[in-house]
């Protein structure tokens, strides 16, 4: 994929996220022990730069270091690490996406 695709990804509105990958991103970190914090941001007062992204902090300091989400009408999920240069990456299932950041689902 090319930066002009991927920045495509990016701009488009993310989805807000099912029941299910709500109880995943649940799921994950409660087994992902050493993950500080992660969250949904759902709020119509969040951050318009994180409203309905998985927020995650892997950071002592609690910033963020990572955001998941599906962009609407996409079959796919889309993780930009935060923090010095950005980076993105694209996976079939948010499973994937998560476990890209720490293994902990089968």
């Known amino acids: 994929m090319t930066n002009g695709e991927t920045d495509i990804l990016l701009r488009l509105p993310p989805r807000a996220l099912a029941p299910d990958e709500r109880d995943l991103v649940a799921e994950w970190l409660g087994l992902a022990s050493d993950i500080p914090t ?51 990456e694209l996976f079939d299932s948010l499973r994937a996406a998560l476990n890209s950041i720490r293994r902990v689902l089968p």
């Not at 409203?51 to 599906?70: E, K, L, Q």
């Open 38 to 88: 992660a969250y949904v941001s759902a709020r119509q007062i969040d951050d318009p730069v994180m409203f309905r992204r998985v927020v995650i902090s892997a950071s002592p300091d609690g910033r963020p270091t990572h955001t998941i989400h599906a962009p609407a009408g996409r079959r796919l999920w889309v993780r930009l690490t935060i923090g010095g240069e950005p980076v993105v």
